[in-house]
Nanobody
Framework: QVQLVESGGGLVQAGGSLRLSCAAS????????MGWYRQAPGKQRELVAE??????ANYADSVKGRFTISRNNAKMLYLQMNSLKPEDTGVYYC?????WGQGTQVTVSS
């Protein structure tokens, strides 16, 4: 069984920063790819960033240069979000091996 628990969301003004965390438990290993997705109201869930077990990161074009994904072991995943924009608003989900967390709300006011 795998559990992913996100935290760190909130309300922030445009230009501000937030750091999301995802705590994994169960069968998640250091070689598994982990990622962050987001879903804005009325839109499909989309990939924000992912990181492989070897540390290679991939970002959506809309967040390149502003967001940084990192992991310090198999069990903790982070997303540092800087220069936030209103269009970054949505529910952010942690994902690995087909499992999803419950999501954390990020709201960016203009």
């Amino acid at each position: 069984q795998v559990q992913l628990v996100e935290s760190g969301g909130g309300l922030v003004q445009a230009g501000g920063s937030l750091r999301l965390s995802c705590a994994a438990s169960g069968a998640i290993f250091s070689f598994n790819t982990m990622g962050w997705y987001r879903q804005a109201p009325g839109k499909q869930r989309e990939l924000v960033a992912e990181i492989t077990g070897g540390g290679s990161a991939n970002y959506a074009d809309s967040v390149k240069g502003r967001f940084t994904i990192s992991r310090n072991n198999a069990k903790m995943l982070y997303l540092q979000m800087n220069s936030l924009k209103p269009e970054d608003t949505g529910v952010y989900y942690c994902h690995s091996r087909g499992f999803w967390g419950q999501g954390t709300q990020v709201t960016v006011s203009s």
